[in-house]
């Protein structure tokens, strides 16, 4: 699972300073963990994630941005509480959720917002 700085945000995920308009910039979907340290249900979402990143390698990729590190980022996305998940589809647009989901949701969420996204419309 792979930390983003801004830098690397902005080539993996979007490039805000360049566009308005979301563009993702990746290849597979992604699900971005917004996060810090000290934030206790961000730790018990930690692990799940681990396990979706080896169940849907390849699939979906699974990133991580510490909020205390990159508070410019957290601030683009107005991230008022973590964990914020972002789950950003190759097209169209991407989805917030908050607060500490269970596996299960995630699962759902990947199924229905990143992999088979026509489904829902």
């Not at 993996?12 to 308005?20: A, E, I």
């Not at 000290?38 to 699939?59: D, T």
């Not at 510490?66 to 998940?85: K, M, Y």
Request: aromatic share 10%; net charge negative; glycine share 6%.
């Amino acid at each position: 699972m792979e930390h983003l700085t801004l830098e690397s945000f902005k080539e993996k995920v979007f490039d805000f300073d360049k566009s308005q308009e979301w563009k993702f910039e990746g290849k597979l979907p992604c699900i971005i963990d917004f996060y810090a340290d000290w934030c206790g249900p961000c730790k018990m979402v930690a692990p799940i994630l681990e396990e979706l990143s080896k169940e849907y390698e390849g699939k979906v990729n699974i990133y991580k941005v510490d909020t205390e590190a990159e508070q410019e980022l957290a601030g683009a996305f107005g991230i008022r509480s973590i964990p914020s998940i972002l789950f950003c589809p190759v097209d169209g647009q991407p989805q917030m959720a908050q607060g500490a989901l269970p596996k299960n949701a995630f699962v759902q969420a990947i199924d229905d917002v990143l992999l088979n996204p026509q489904k829902t419309a």
